[in-house]
T-cell receptor, first 113, second 113 residues
Framework: ETGVTQSPTHLIKTRGQQVTLRCSSQSGHNTVSWYQQALGQGPQFIFQYYREEENGRGNFPPRFSGLQFPNYSSELNVNALELDDSALYLC????????????FGQGTRLTVV | GQQLNQSPQSMFIQEGEDVSMNCTSSSIFNTWLWYKQDPGEGPVLLIALYKAGELTSNGRLTAQFGITRKDSFLNISASIPSDVGIYFCAGQLPYYGNNRLAFGKGNQVVVIP
């Protein structure tokens, strides 16, 4: 049990729709990162939030956006969903320091039809 | 982006045997992390390595941070059925304040009773 919780656990959306995924970070952690994991692949870094600002972004289009709140929880928003957005979306919380451990939530399985 | 190469992709081992897996990269990392992921779950942190040459154990697991900072290995001794899962290596890039992780594609381990 990492203390990182994500909601919802599963959802199905239609192509073109918008989706919001949520993450509560582990107590004492001030940084939240989001990853996309396609079937059979390792997680791919989407972006990271620290002090309510985006702090690094991977190779994902602008329709992937996020927020971090004062309590360090975070949201991932994806607009104009595409079929290829179907994946497990993982949230990881950590401390903002050079060498740190990242702890993952159980993920949200998004299916776009 | 950074590519981590994990080998072999899948392994079938007898219960009680030791298993070893490698992770290599063309990039230097500050931190190496090893995770285990069960189906439908988020990755669970097994071992974190912070210094080149460091050898760390966690129960039956042993991992080492390569001297060149471009590789790491994980050993599981005396495997048991619950060791089944996908093992991911992850490297943390050397950028302070942005601890994004780059993941390998994973090693699937199957333990035969």
């Amino acid at each position: 049990e990492t203390g990182v919780t994500q909601s919802p656990t599963h959802l199905i959306k239609t192509r073109g729709q918008q989706v919001t995924l949520r993450c509560s970070s582990q107590s004492g952690h001030n940084t939240v990162s989001w990853y996309q994991q396609a079937l059979g692949q390792g997680p791919q870094f989407i972006f990271q939030y620290y002090r309510e600002e985006e702090n690094g972004r991977g190779n994902f289009p602008p329709r992937f956006s996020g927020l971090q709140f004062p309590n360090y929880s975070s949201e991932l928003n994806v607009n104009a969903l595409e079929l290829d957005d179907s994946a497990l979306y993982l949230c990881a919380s950590s401390q903002a320091r050079r060498n740190t451990e990242a702890f993952f939530g159980q993920g949200t399985r998004l299916t776009v039809v | 982006g950074q590519q981590l190469n994990q080998s072999p992709q899948s392994m079938f081992i007898q219960e009680g045997e030791d298993v070893s897996m490698n992770c290599t990269s063309s990039s230097i990392f500050n931190t190496w992390l090893w995770y285990k992921q069960d189906p439908g779950e988020g990755p669970v942190l097994l071992i974190a390595l912070y210094k080149a040459g460091e050898l760390t154990s966690n129960g039956r697991l042993t991992a080492q941070f390569g001297i060149t900072r471009k590789d790491s290995f994980l050993n599981i001794s005396a495997s048991i059925p619950s060791d089944v899962g996908i093992y991911f290596c992850a490297g943390q890039l050397p950028y302070y304040g942005n601890n994004r992780l780059a993941f390998g594609k994973g090693n699937q381990v199957v333990v035969i009773p």
